[in-house]
């Protein structure tokens, strides 16, 4: 019963890692950030309240496919840490991209992150930060929520034209 088992996991498991693969091959995958930044939202957050912007869309769409799928990760954890731990009832995203850098910043209105947990930062988000080469940091502002930012320098992730 127990290789039985055993067994069943490692055939899912195959089939999940084949699937993630194809999908990272597949070209186009993370094209539209910030549709697929939407439908996360929606899908990730349910019935939360939530607000996205975007603007420099042209700077987004040259980075390498590799870069875009990592950033979406990333933003789908912060959605996932939200979910789980905030009790936030609304949220909003920020997606500022330039020439040089891409700053994101992620907001909810939620009870924020006590200092019990050391610099606040989830082990989650530091990995990924971590695998764009980027900055991240995570504030409780006075008002209340917490507010979670991503800076990635693009010079070393961008095509060049």
Not at 29 to 35: E, F
Request: net charge positive; with cysteine; hydrophobic share 35%.
């Amino acid at each position: 019963m127990l290789h039985q088992r055993i067994r069943a996991v490692t055939e899912r498991t195959g089939t999940a890692m084949r699937h993630c693969t194809a999908m990272q091959e597949a070209s186009g995958l993370y094209a539209g950030l910030r549709a697929d930044m939407e439908r996360a939202a929606v899908r990730i957050m349910a019935q939360l309240e939530h607000d996205i912007s975007v603007e420099g869309e042209e700077f987004l769409e040259q980075l390498k496919p590799r870069t875009r799928v990592d950033l979406f990760l990333f933003y789908k954890e912060c959605l996932v840490n939200i979910s789980r731990h905030s009790g936030a009832t609304q949220f909003s995203t920020r997606l500022r991209a330039g020439p040089r850098e891409i700053h994101l910043a992620v907001r909810d209105n939620g009870h924020g992150i006590g200092e019990s947990r050391g610099n606040g930062i989830p082990s989650s988000l530091k990995r990924r930060a971590r695998l764009l080469g980027a900055r991240v940091a995570v504030e409780s502002p006075v008002t209340g929520g917490t507010c979670i930012t991503l800076k990635l320098r693009t010079q070393r992730w961008g095509r060049r034209k």
